[in-house]
């Protein structure tokens, strides 16, 4: 089995700062690529940040200058670095990874962890 389990989400003040963690473990042979996505309430989920397996990163526009993803691969974890927040970040934030698991059959699966509250306010 695999499991994602996110950690770092909570209350911070607009202009702050917080850094999400994810970790994966299980029986996993590689990673190929992580993901950050968030949902507001009301809102469909949008892909926040991505990483690949050769560190190659994408950003949503909203976010490009102010967040910051990285992995280590040694710990299968991601990152996820918010700095200056704004009200408009407040949202569940989720991560996921496509991976391959040991007894996978070769195949690549994408995993969700469960998701971590962010609340941006003053």
């Known amino acids: 089995q695999v499991q994602l389990v996110e950690s770092g989400g909570g209350l911070v003040q607009p202009g702050g700062s917080l850094r999400l963690s994810c970790a994966a473990s299980g029986s996993i042979f590689s990673i190929n690529a992580w993901g950050w996505y968030r949902q507001a309430p009301g809102k469909q989920r949008e892909l926040v940040a991505a990483?690949?397996?050769?560190?190659?990163?994408n950003y949503a526009d909203s976010v490009k200058g102010r967040f910051t993803i990285s992995r280590s691969n040694a710990k299968n974890t991601v990152y996820l670095q918010m700095n200056s927040l704004k009200p408009e970040d407040t949202a569940v934030y989720y991560c996921?990874?496509?991976?391959?698991?040991?007894?996978?059959?070769?195949?690549?699966?994408?995993?969700w962890g469960q998701g971590t509250q962010v609340t941006v306010s003053s």
């Open positions: 990483i690949t397996s050769g560190g190659s990163t």
């Open positions: 996921n990874a496509d991976l391959r698991p040991i007894t996978g059959g070769g195949y690549t699966y994408r995993y």
